[in-house]
């Protein structure tokens, strides 16, 4: 049984930082790739970011990009994001979740392609 808990989450002030975590288990190393997705309220849940099994290239939303950095560690089983320059809009429950399956050909980010959630953490960023 593959599980994803996620941490880090909190309340920020607009501009600072916050890095979250996601430490997996069970049968990771099947996995292809990792990612972050957001759903803030209202509104319905979105890509963030991605990275492959290998590390080898990372993936990112364009409202994102230039802030926010994916990384994973191999031997703590753990994915990180790293939040800069961070907006009120930035605000959501953020969730990590993992592909079995091949995702490269578009970014892995495909919602519905991911087989493995976490529960979330949630994200506040004050103007």
């Known amino acids: 049984q593959v599980q994803l808990v996620e941490s880090g989450g909190g309340l920020v002030q607009a501009g600072g930082s916050l890095r979250i975590s996601c430490v997996t288990s069970?049968?990771?190393?099947?996995?292809?790739?990792w990612g972050w997705f957001r759903q803030a309220p209202g509104k319905e849940r979105e890509f963030v970011a991605a990275?492959?099994?290998?590390?080898?290239?990372?993936y990112y939303a364009d409202d994102v990009k230039g802030r926010f950095t994916i990384s994973r560690d191999r031997a703590k089983n753990t994915v990180y994001l790293q939040m800069n320059s961070l907006l009120p809009e930035d605000t959501a429950v953020y969730y990590c979740?993992?592909?079995?399956?091949?995702?490269?050909?578009?970014?892995?980010?495909?919602?519905?392609?991911?087989?493995?959630w976490g529960q979330g953490t949630q994200v506040t960023v004050s103007p």
């Open positions: 069970g049968r990771t190393f099947s996995a292809y790739a």
């Open positions: 979740a993992e592909d079995l399956e091949y995702c490269l050909g578009y970014g892995c980010s495909r919602l519905d392609d991911y087989d493995y």
């Open positions: 990275i492959p099994w290998n590390n080898a290239t990372t």
